[in-house]
């Protein structure tokens, strides 16, 4: 499939949003993304939406919806495979410029416009595959006793209009042509997203992409809109606004919360899908460190110091036995860290709070430094940290079980696996807990693994957190305070999910009910039939 | 199957609540139920729980989550089986306290047994065709470029122990062995209940039946417990106890919000599906009302006075567009009215509250009362109650909406079908609406289908909202504030899905896999593979 050349997306930043597919400029305070690199402001200028952007991004969304959630789920997916058609076309602009604003290595850029692009994809597929529905029948018995059965049917519906934050770390993949817009999308709920400050201009560029998709294949007016503002005035407009029915985000714990508060507060409270923290434990089994210590501590301190330890997914926290065996480990991890050089952080604010985070930890009593790295260049890159306390320390102050969103991660030196077990059963909710094994563990894994399961939402053995496949079969979530509902995931198909509700229908014509409800299958999807599933 | 006699669970009433199996006399205040036709305190004298009991049924839980989840599922269908045949045993007992409890007819409570049993044996074949487990397979690519994909599967698994606070409406089917429970354990959840204390003795059985169940298949010490105690004491800290991990409550919009509200505070919030308020509006078409107006005011009285109006389905709003057809279907619902002599109220404080929610939306300015009940001939009696109001006194004034739990209900008398379709938008959140219609009202049927969608959890042509079928694609639930959580039914097989959350297995050795997810489908269940569903 190509595109004319006369619906291309511009390339070129003119600092507005987007108010349905209208290019708003902002009345408020001005608002600049940084070179993480230079702490220079970046051209051109944003302004922050006016209240009544907010209303009417809202009002259109609103209006959009009808319409959004009665097209075919294929047109959906076309405009899905659109938005990653366009987001490809204007990747080198957009690596250009999320690279000027986040000093992400290039690389990893072109390989996160490619997992967005991706996801898109994934998702238009789930549309067309369609069990997503959630297609129930229950037919009639006329003839039942003591009473007939109806006819009763049911299929899941979109919430409504969703507010989207995106996150700092993923410029693409978590933020405006994000997993949180992708899937509301999919499940027909207009979107309407708050631009992440830190770049502004790369969701200007993935804004264009979607608009023209949305163009394109016909999606009604209002069904997706940018809005440039602040968390406090908003982005809490935005959560507050009557018309909004979900709220999609990722980000600190703080902001999360806040969101999750003001949603709470609201006349009629809404879902609110927020993906906070974690500390990603790793659990070292004694066979593992014993046969491969040197190489375990290589491939840590590789996903610690990713992306500048700026993953939700980051290793902060390795949980083992201690002895010679371990010793190794942490010699070999230390030598990593200390020869690391560090990595300009997103902002230089979230440079300031990592430096806050990791002294804070550092200066509880019972924290040992076993290394830093070194001495960064800039004001903005993060030292890495590693560091160490005992279970009994670890256990006795919740302090140190804390995030600190960069390069640093505490081990937890243990008595013995029994011990480790204590570890874990005071670990709070996390996305993720890993554990490494040689064949003689199993049976000890065997014991820890339904310790871990009740506390993340994925466990991996022998691999590394970081890195989060796009799958069916991904749950990007977990326990509180990982996230503020753990009945779902924000990656991967199933977060289609969490912006549908169930309705049923009982004894309505077969003409007015709904498609995927009909007798003849109209959609040829898998239904569920008086409880038995056929695949349509 | 039979039971031997010797574990026949006694009829016998104690006055004991339960902590795990332990029968337990309580220490708090002294609390009995009441005959609602004579007022009278009924025999025996049930003790609110200590504070100590409260905590010792969460930790027994808590103890008895890791067994109760890791067991077969097949070996929780027999649990459920088990109850059911408890309960069918012990049938006579139940209807003969339970109609001493409650003042529901004979009739009504018997067939509310085989409600009961029919809905655990429904939560039993959910559990044996294992859709329930959300399995998902994305089986490894090692030769994937330009990374390798990992093995990852994922599962449904339960939240942990659950507080279930039961309906004084259903002393069976929505308390101790209703579909929360019912839910909650097929999921894998240990419960514990606080009982109602409208109907104390009959809690007392059900939960014999449901520990004789538990002993006889070898479930865990803790599985269930049930406690008898206030909302505001013994419920706040139930809900607010640490190992709690979700909350199912059916009841009044005050109680439901107050338990949301503790829920929330807690240090890890958990989620509350509490169903609440409904007033389940019925649309009457001009087709409808033309053809067949008295014989639609019959059937309507029938279902406003059922029960005494105590269902959450009671359909406490009518809506039509005025003329001499709906005068009809006016006078004949007035005459039926007038000769109706009202019910006895389930307990004295409901029929009170009742009295004061008519007589406030009675005096409302706009108001007209078109027909009032005999006055009944006890004080603990409803008098139903049909009022009426046009389309633009309806909008403008927002407590007319308010559910009024009793035989009352509302006509709002529209200009035409555009006003209907305006007062169907003020509508609040629903449990259900239905539409009466004729062949030739269908087209202007369908305009309004979409907007009573977005309203409720269940949308019903040419019936009536009370009597909610428990099947598979039953939805008894619907947006804010039917309910706080429109993501859930709390009727039918899908209720299970509000007590699971997803987790992720990434490279996990067979051996140590949850069976569901085993290369060999040790389950036999459907399975999704790669994205493509698959029928074990």
Known sequence: MTTPIAQAPTTEL???????????AGTGPEVRSVDPRTGEDLAPAYHFAA?????????LAEEAFDAFRSTHPWQRARFLERIAHHLTEAGEALVA????????PVARLQGEVGRTTGQLRLFAATLCEGSWHGARIDPAQPDRTPQPRADIRRRLVPLGPVAVFGASNFPLAFSVPGGDTASALAAGCPVVVKAHEAHLGTSELAARAILAAASETGMPEGVFSLLVGDGAGTGTQLVGDPRVQAVGFTGSRTAGLALTRAAAERPQPIPVYAEMSSVNPVVLMPGALAGRAERLAGEFVGSLTLGGGQFCTNPGLVIAVEGGDL???????????????????????IARSYRQEADTVSGRP??????????????????ALFAAVTGDAFRADPEIQREMFGAASVLVRCRDLAEVADVVRSLEGQLTATVHTAESDLGDARALLPLLERRVGRVLFNGWPTGVEVGHAMVHGGPYPATTDARSTSVGSSAVERFLRPVAYQDIPDSLLPQPLQDGNPYGIPRRVDGTLTLG
């Open 51 to 59: 209240p009544s952007d907010v209303e009417r991004a809202c009002l």
């Open 14 to 24: 003119a600092g507005t949003m987007f108010v349905g597919s209208e290019p708003v």
């Open 97 to 104: 410029r999320a690279h000027l604003e986040t000093g992400l």
């Open 366 to 383: 019972a924290v040992e430094i076993i290394a830093r790295g070194a001495e960064p260049a800039t004001a903005s890159a993060g030292r």
């Open 327 to 349: 010793d190794v480990f942490t010699t070999a991890v230390a030598a990593h860290v200390e020869t690391d050089g560090g990595s300009t952080m997103l902002t230089p604010r």
